[in-house]
Nanobody, 125 residues
Framework: QVQLVESGGRLVQAGGSLRLSCAAS????????MGWFRQAPGKEREFVAA????????YYTDSVKGRFTLSRDNAKNTVYLQMNRLKPEDTGDYYC??????????????????WGQGTLVTVSS
């Protein structure tokens, strides 16, 4: 099983940028698709973005298209979420997840193998 640790979350002013990282350890020899999710206080968990195991394809929810960019460096076992032009609505706990089953387009509503513990992003107005 792969273990995931997110980092990079902090308080940022609206319009600013952050880069979140998700470092994988453990059994990383498989081909894992990686996804990012977020959960605002009092709201349901929301899918943000996903990337294929080799980084060739990405998939974003509409609300972050053009602002967020997902990438991965498999040599470092790390996936990055670059977040630009942040809005207060982007506030929440951000979690990364890894899975070897199914396409990235369906990561939002299926069981995923591994989850990180989350990192808090707060966007102030």
């Amino acid at each position: 099983q792969v273990q995931l640790v997110e980092s990079g979350g902090r308080l940022v002013q609206a319009g600013g940028s952050l880069r979140l990282s998700c470092a994988a350890s453990g059994r990383t020899d498989g081909y894992y698709a990686m996804g990012w999710f977020r959960q605002a206080p009092g709201k349901e968990r929301e899918f943000v973005a996903a990337i294929t195991s080799r980084g060739g394809n990405t998939y974003y929810t509409d609300s972050v298209k053009g602002r967020f960019t997902l990438s991965r460096d498999n040599a470092k076992n790390t996936v990055y979420l670059q977040m630009n032009r942040l809005k207060p609505e982007d506030t929440g706990d951000y979690y990364c997840a890894a899975d070897r089953r199914g396409p990235i387009e369906t990561m939002a509503d299926r069981y995923l193998e591994s989850w990180g513990q989350g990192t808090l992003v707060t966007v102030s107005s």
